[in-house]
C-alpha cells in the first residue's frame, strides 16, 4: 500500500480562514480542500472501497462510559458558551427539509412513537467529550453520536421537549474544540465524516444552534477531507456532507463549491444517455483527462473484472443491460447503491431547500436511478434473486431496505411506481425508527 499525495493543485484560495484547492483540470468549477495533514492514499491504488466499511445498520450502540457535561440553557435560547449568532445567512434555509416539512413533524404519528422509543429517542443517553482528535477506536461512537444527536433534534423539533434541545447542545459544545480526525490507512475516517456531517448541520439548524467553534469544526475539520479519488457512495456521502454544512453556514463561496461538487460527482456516478450518449462520464485524473483504469474501477472493477460494467472506451460492456439510471456501484451489492442514493437524495433536497433549481441532468439520473434499483431490489424481495447483472457481493446488507421514504419526498407526484411500492413495504416500513449513518429518523420525518 503505497501513501502519498493523490491530488496535484493548481492554485490556492483562502475563504473563511478554509483552503480551498482547486483540482487542475477540474471539469466543473469545483473547489476542493485539502487534509491539513496532506496524508491521503495513492492514486495509483486500485479505487474499489477500502476496507473496512461497516454499516452498522443494526446494531444498538453502546453508551459511553463517562457521560457529557448537564445541558445546560433554557429551551428557547442558545447555550451558554455559543455566540448566539445566525445559523445560516443570506437567506439559506435547513439542510434537506423545508420549514414545511419540519413544521408537519406529528406526536400524533404512529412514527413518532417508534422514534421516540428507540435507543436514539433516549433523552438521558450519554456520550464523553472527544479530546482534541477523535481516535479511530472513537470514529464510530462520533457517527453513532450523529446519529443520536439528528434524533434527538427532530423530536425536539416535534414535541417540544427542552431537555432534547439542551442535550443536542452540550454534544455540540463537545466538538467545538475537536481539531483532526485519526489518519487510517484504509481512510475510513474520511466516509464517516461524510456519513455525519449532514447529521451534525442538519441537527444544529432545526434547533437554532450556532457556535464559532462548531461551525469552525464542521468548515475546517470535515468539509476538508470530503473528497476520494473514487467510489460512488463516498462521492455521495461527501456532497451530501458538504451541501449540509455550506447551507448551514450560509457561506454562499462554499455553497457554490458544494453544488459543483455535487453535479460533477453524481454525473460521474449515474449514467444517463440523454446526458452521457454511449458512454459513462470519466474520472478525471490530476492533469484533467479521462482516467480509464479509475472510471473502469469506480464503475465496478475494483471488485473483480467480472464486475466491470464498461470497456476501455468507457462503453457499457453489455449495453443491453444499461438503461438510464445504471449506477456504477450496480454490480457491487444492492445496500451499498441505496446508501449512495440516499446521499444524492439528500443533496438534491438541500439545493431544492435552498430555493434553488435542481440541474435537470441531476434530476433525471436521480429519478431514473431510483425506478433502476427499486426494480432491482423489488426483484429480490419477491424472489431472493438479484436480477442481472450479478452482484459481487450479495444484497450487502440491509441497507437496501433504507433510503426509499425520502426519495417519495423528493420525487412526488413523480415517484416511480417501484419505489412507492418499497415505501410501502413492509421490510422497509419496519426497519430500526432511528435509522443508521446518514440515512436517519427517515420513516417519522419522511413517509407519506
Known amino acids: 500500500m503505497k501513501h502519498g499525495r493523490p491530488w496535484a493543485w493548481s492554485r490556492v484560495a483562502v475563504r473563511g480562514g478554509v483552503v480551498l484547492l482547486v483540482l487542475a ?62 445559523t445560516a445567512a443570506g437567506g439559506f434555509g435547513h439542510p434537506v427539509y423545508t420549514r414545511a416539512e419540519i413544521d408537519a413533524w406529528s406526536t400524533g404519528s404512529a412514527e413518532y412513537t417508534r422514534l421516540a422509543g428507540s435507543w436514539a429517542g433516549n433523552v438521558n443517553r450519554d456520550y464523553a467529550p472527544f479530546g482534541p482528535e477523535i481516535s479511530s477506536v472513537e470514529r464510530d461512537v462520533f457517527r453513532d453520536e450523529s446519529v443520536y444527536i439528528k434524533v434527538q433534534a427532530v423530536l425536539w423539533a416535534t414535541d417540544g ?36 456531517a449532514t447529521n451534525l448541520a442538519q441537527a444544529a439548524a432545526i434547533i ?36 449540509a ?18 453535479y460533477q460527482r453524481i454525473a ?27 472510471t473502469r474501477n469506480h464503475w465496478g472493477g475494483g471488485w473483480g473484472e467480472s464486475a466491470n460494467q464498461i470497456n476501455t472506451d468507457l462503453t457499457p460492456i ?15 451489492d444492492l445496500g451499498h447503491v441505496s446508501m449512495g442514493l440516499g446521499a444524492w437524495m439528500h443533496g438534491a433536497r438541500t439545493i431544492l431547500a435552498q430555493g434553488n433549481t435542481l440541474e435537470a441532468h441531476a434530476r433525471d439520473r436521480l429519478r431514473a436511478a431510483y425506478a433502476h434499483h427499486a426494480q432491482r431490489v423489488l426483484a429480490y424481495l ?67
Open 25 to 86: 483540470g477540474a471539469s466543473t468549477a469545483g473547489v476542493l480542500a485539502l487534509s491539513s495533514t496532506g496524508d491521503s492514499r495513492g492514486a495509483e491504488v486500485t479505487l474499489g472501497s477500502p476496507q473496512p466499511e461497516s454499516t452498522a445498520l443494526e446494531e444498538i450502540p453502546a453508551a459511553s462510559q463517562s457521560p457529557s457535561p448537564a445541558p445546560s440553557g433554557s429551551p428557547g435560547a442558545v447555550a451558554a458558551g455559543t455566540d448566539g449568532g445566525p
Open 161 to 196: 421537549n427542552a431537555a432534547r434541545r439542551n442535550k443536542v447542545i452540550a454534544l455540540f459544545n463537545d466538538l467545538r474544540g475537536v481539531t483532526s480526525f485519526q489518519w487510517d490507512s484504509v481512510e475510513q475516517y474520511r466516509l464517516v465524516a461524510g456519513w455525519s
Open 208 to 243: 437554532g444552534y450556532s457556535d464559532s467553534g462548531f461551525r469552525r469544526f464542521l468548515v475546517s475539520v470535515c468539509y476538508p477531507i470530503m473528497d476520494w479519488p473514487g467510489n460512488p457512495n463516498w462521492h455521495a456521502s461527501f456532497a451530501d456532507s458538504k451541501l
Open 245 to 262: 454544512i455550506a447551507a448551514y453556514v450560509g457561506d454562499p463561496a462554499l455553497w457554490a463549491d458544494a453544488k459543483a461538487y455535487f
Open 268 to 294: 460521474q456516478s449515474i449514467y444517463h444517455a440523454t446526458y452521457d450518449g454511449n458512454k459513462v462520464r470519466p474520472l478525471l485524473n490530476a492533469s484533467g483527462s479521462p482516467s480509464i483504469s479509475a
Open 318 to 332: 453489455n449495453p443491453a443491460q444499461f438503461p438510464n439510471g445504471t449506477n456504477a456501484e450496480r454490480t457491487r
Open 382 to 448: 419477491n424472489t431472493g434473486v438479484i436480477p442481472a447483472p450479478a452482484t459481487a457481493r450479495g444484497d450487502g446488507g440491509e441497507a437496501y431496505l433504507m433510503a426509499w421514504f425520502g426519495a417519495c419526498r423528493l420525487f412526488g407526484a413523480n415517484t416511480p411506481a417501484e419505489v412507492q411500492t418499497l415505501c410501502r413495504h413492509g421490510q422497509v416500513t419496519g426497519r430500526p425508527a432511528a435509522g443508521a449513518n446518514h440515512l436517519v429518523a427517515e420513516a417519522f420525518a419522511d413517509r407519506t
